[in-house]
């Protein structure tokens, strides 16, 4: 059983950057790929970005390409996501959740499901 927590949310000003934390317990890290979602209450979840259980690989959805990064310190066995030039319209609850995962190949994890979740945190952008 992989446990996951999320922290560095908050509430910030537009153009500000962010770092987002997910540390994992309970697993051996590296067996797990990684994936970034947000979700605005009434709407569906979004995928962000996932990474391979290396580090590799990453990939990420066309509406956050270039102001979003996705790394992971297996030896902290942590993964994070960084968020640049906030705008009001990333103002979401944000997830990240692991699935066991060998491979390189990230992009198909965008619909995958996943085994693990954490339980959110809240990032709140003023204008």
């Known amino acids: 059983q992989v446990q996951l927590v999320e922290s560095g949310g908050g509430l910030v000003q537009a153009g500000a950057s962010l770092r987002l934390s997910c540390a994992a317990s309970?697993?051996?890290?590296?067996?797990?790929?990684m994936g970034w979602f947000r979700q605005v209450p009434g709407k569906d979840r979004e995928f962000i970005g996932s990474?391979?259980?290396?580090?590799?690989?990453?990939y990420f959805a066309d509406s956050v390409k270039g102001r979003f990064t996705i790394s992971r310190d297996n030896a902290k066995n942590t993964a994070y996501l960084q968020i640049n030039t906030l705008k009001p319209e990333d103002t979401a609850v944000y997830y990240c959740?692991?699935?066991?995962?060998?491979?390189?190949?990230?992009?198909?994890?965008?619909?995958?499901?996943?085994?693990?979740w954490g339980q959110g945190t809240q990032v709140t952008v003023s204008s």
């Open positions: 309970g697993g051996t890290f590296s067996n797990y790929a």
């Open positions: 990474i391979s259980g290396s580090g590799g690989s990453t």
């Open positions: 959740a692991a699935i066991r995962y060998s491979w390189e190949t990230v992009e198909i994890l965008r619909n995958a499901r996943y085994d693990y």
